[in-house]
């Protein structure tokens, strides 16, 4: 790029600069121009204020409610594996037979 | 992934995820749901990658999804951003923080999410580049239009 005192550095090249490494013409314009110099540390300054700006901490309900998800079992897994294996348990077997007598037991006393 | 190793990414990535989470939605109200969301799907997802810099970038692209999805479905956006900003402005710890983030949410959300991840969490542009499936000269770009802009709209204030 070529860079004398008239021929000003384009915002792009002055912003890269500022950020990261120039080449040698660039600098030496840099060093010798107040206006892109000051371009420069304005844009400096800028990204320390940004990167200066706090993080804000989770609020500690979040946090309690985000670790409550990994308590227990997966709860799609769970679901999925009650669906899939309910009918191998005795408990349940029994639970819904009764269920199924008593519904049944209701209708009929319903009609009767 | 057991509970353990859930909790342990929560405190290491917790804290970032809902900063940039706040930096894309600039809503406190939608980041706690956006937040939960993201470690759900973590929790969720069989295939987490192990090395630590790859599994960062990958919560900040499932985050920033996530974000964008809340964004696209939710009506109520505007008028939670609106309440978010008076909360914010009303409790600034430093005296010049609430202006430059004012002017910060003026910026497209691509811009912000790119100052962030450069200027705070350190990523390069190659790396955002990679998540945010672009290419590293256009995530350069990007970063270095939003600085101009809010050079000159800082800039303006101090005149």
Redesign the interface.
């Known amino acids: 790029m070529n860079s004398t005192m008239n021929d000003h550095p384009t915002?792009?090249a002055l912003?890269?600069c500022a950020?990261e490494e120039s080449d040698g013409k660039l600098r030496v314009h840099i060093e010798q121009c107040p206006q892109c110099s000051d371009?420069i540390e304005?844009?400096r300054t800028?990204?320390r204020?940004?990167?200066?700006?706090?993080?804000?901490?989770?609020?500690e309900r979040?946090?309690t409610?985000?670790?409550a998800?990994?308590?227990g079992k997966?709860p799609?897994n769970y679901v999925m594996t009650f669906l899939q294996t309910w009918h191998k348990n005795p408990f349940l077997i029994g639970c819904a037979t009764a269920g199924a007598i008593l519904l049944l037991y209701a209708l009929l006393s319903l009609h009767l | 992934m057991n509970e353990h190793e859930f909790k342990n990414l929560y405190h290491d990535h917790g804290r970032n995820l809902y900063n940039f989470i706040l930096w894309i939605t600039v809503n406190r109200s939608i980041c706690e749901d956006i937040l939960q969301e993201v470690f759900v799907k973590l929790w969720r997802c069989e295939t987490v990658p192990a090395e630590p810099d790859e599994l960062r970038r990958w919560l900040l692209t499932v985050t920033r999804r996530t974000c964008l999805d809340f964004l696209r479905k939710s009506s109520r956006f505007a008028r939670l951003r609106h309440k978010y900003q008076t909360e914010r402005r009303e409790s600034p710890s430093d005296p010049d923080a609430p202006f430059l983030w004012e002017k910060l949410e003026n910026l497209p959300e691509m811009e912000r999410s790119i100052l962030y991840l450069h200027l705070k969490i350190g990523h390069t542009y190659r790396e955002i580049a990679d998540m945010f499936d672009l290419t590293e000269n256009r995530v350069r770009v990007r970063a270095f239009r939003a600085l101009k802009r809010l050079r000159e709209t800082l800039t303006k204030k101090e005149l």
């Open positions: 915002d792009e912003i890269e950020l371009y304005e844009i800028v990204s204020d940004i990167a200066a700006i706090e993080d804000e901490p989770v609020p979040l946090a409610k985000i670790l998800i990994a308590h997966r799609e």
